[in-house]
């Protein structure tokens, strides 16, 4: 026995040798080239299979019978009753139908008879809406202007509902003209991975882009992979080196960007770069321009000096970013916002992948902690101690009942969310909020909601007021 034990040291200690004096040192800044997801399935084979079945890997696809969600069976679609302006718009609009294996919604023409066919080329999202796309012969990637909404089992013509405008057969067409319309050029910088415009016209008519892939791959998130790959492909020593470095020293990969490792506010970049929109217009080409890493050449790797530079103003009402009338963030672009709003973001290292799975988005970090649970509870409670001490006390309601979580009253569902095309709402992440019911009685329910009368919908924002101010009297004279 002591001579296997004697024969085992030998060995591990040659082996450290080996490590020591094979493994290479890593540059701390660098800029690498975009390899695609699959090469970094090679090695990461779980995350890899996780990724390929969240959103984020689906969101931009070319139309097949899995990836359409919308109705393209003969389907006729015309303007609603309140929009009929005219004899001629009782009749269809759009219509969506498809030959063999061809996708294709054709628009009534505003100044001829008959139809313009127009064929599908991707399909963006299938959750909540579905985008449609057809390629024009400059090469521009246009938005068609109907959308399909998942929960109404409809199409609906999206923009004009964000908008608060009328449709009509001549809106859409204008739609079509706009310049924002140009998806390649717009949207397509957080819906495909590592999104290239090599040329453009000023008017958006004509355009040359490629991506690495559709989708949000791998590279989204973690930057550039090919140093990365290289590095462990090359050399095995590499490999175990990087594994105690990592995993046992907790240091960062090399030549890779993993959120978990990165500062608060470059890990954060990571999910602000497509979900914290609210910032001027002079800053969306260095969002475009992204890119998660270590930069050595001056590339964009941190946008934290972004994340609040637009003023929360009250009563904002520009669409996705809209704010209430006493400064809480209300549209759906505003939920990054009002996270980072929040003291436990200030004060505390609380980041977006504590919660959500980072590799299956929809997926929660831990059962349960995207819902009102004991797991929620206790990602709360671990910096709150005082108050675990004292739940009860604090959030007044009976265990286990709606109100008793932490979620009920400080992530109340006050965000409004409409890319599904019916009156929603979403839980602002303003962690650290507190139930002002105040600010209703002063405003009004729509205008300044509060989570105590969105749960007792049945009672009166100054029956809540009156009782919040009880308990902090109470509280006080503890």
Request: charged share 25%.
């Amino acid at each position: 026995m002591r001579r296997v034990l004697i024969i085992a040291a030998v060995v591990c200690v040659v082996f450290g040798v080996w490590v020591w004096r094979v493994a290479e040192p890593f540059a701390p800044e660098y800029d690498a080239t975009y390899v695609g997801s699959a090469q970094c399935g090679q090695c990461h084979t779980q995350v890899y299979e996780d990724w390929r079945e969240s959103s984020h890997a689906k969101m931009t696809r070319r139309p097949t019978p899995e990836s359409v969600v919308g109705d393209f069976d003969d389907h006729a679609w015309t303007l609603p009753p309140d929009a009929q302006r005219s004899l001629a718009d009782t009749e269809p609009a759009a219509r969506m139908y498809r030959e063999g294996d061809k996708y294709f919604m054709a628009l009534r023409h505003p100044e001829q008879p008959g139809y313009v066919p127009f064929e599908i080329a991707w399909v963006i999202g299938y959750q909540y809406r579905q985008v449609y796309l057809t390629l024009e012969p400059k090469g521009v990637l246009r938005r068609l202007p109907l959308q399909w909404s998942v929960p109404r089992q409809a199409f609906f013509p999206y923009w004009n509902m964000q908008e608060a405008s009328t449709p009509s057969v001549t809106d859409f067409w204008m739609q079509m003209r706009s310049q924002n319309s140009a998806w390649n050029l717009f949207c397509a910088r957080c819906h495909t991975t590592n999104l290239e415009i090599l040329a453009k016209d000023k008017d958006h008519t004509a355009a040359d882009t490629r991506w690495t892939e559709p989708g949000i791959a791998c590279e989204a998130c973690h930057g550039p992979g090919s140093l990365h790959l290289e590095y462990f492909r090359t050399n095995y020593a590499n490999r175990f080196f990087g594994f105690l470095d990592s995993d046992v020293r907790g240091r960062r990969a090399a030549y890779i960007a993993s959120a978990p490792k990165l500062s608060k506010g470059t890990a954060m970049s990571v999910c602000a770069r497509c979900h914290g929109t609210d910032i001027r217009l002079s800053s969306t080409d260095v969002f475009r321009e992204y890119e998660p890493g270590f930069s050595r050449t001056g590339k964009t790797n941190d946008l934290s000096s972004h994340f609040k530079e637009v003023p929360l103003t009250p009563n904002r009402t520009t669409p996705t970013v809209e704010i209430y009338a006493d400064g809480q963030p209300k549209g759906i672009g505003m939920l990054f916002r009002s996270m980072i709003e929040s003291k436990c973001y200030e004060q505390a290292d609380v980041r977006c992948h504590d919660c959500h799975d980072a590799h299956d988005n929809r997926k929660p970090a831990v059962e349960g902690i995207l819902e009102p649970s004991a797991a929620s509870d206790a990602y709360c409670l671990g910096c709150h101690e005082g108050i675990a001490a004292r739940v009860d006390q604090h959030n007044r309601h009976e265990p286990n009942t709606p109100g008793a979580h932490c979620y009920d009253c400080h992530l109340p569902k006050s965000i409004v969310k409409i890319a599904a095309g019916i009156d929603d709402f979403t839980r602002t992440h303003e962690l650290s909020s507190i139930p002002r019911p105040a600010n209703t009685v002063r405003f009004g329910q729509h205008r300044a909601p509060n989570a105590c009368t969105g749960c007792h919908a049945d009672r009166s924002p100054a029956w809540a007021d009156e009782l919040v101010r009880s308990w902090s009297t109470t509280s006080a004279a503890r």
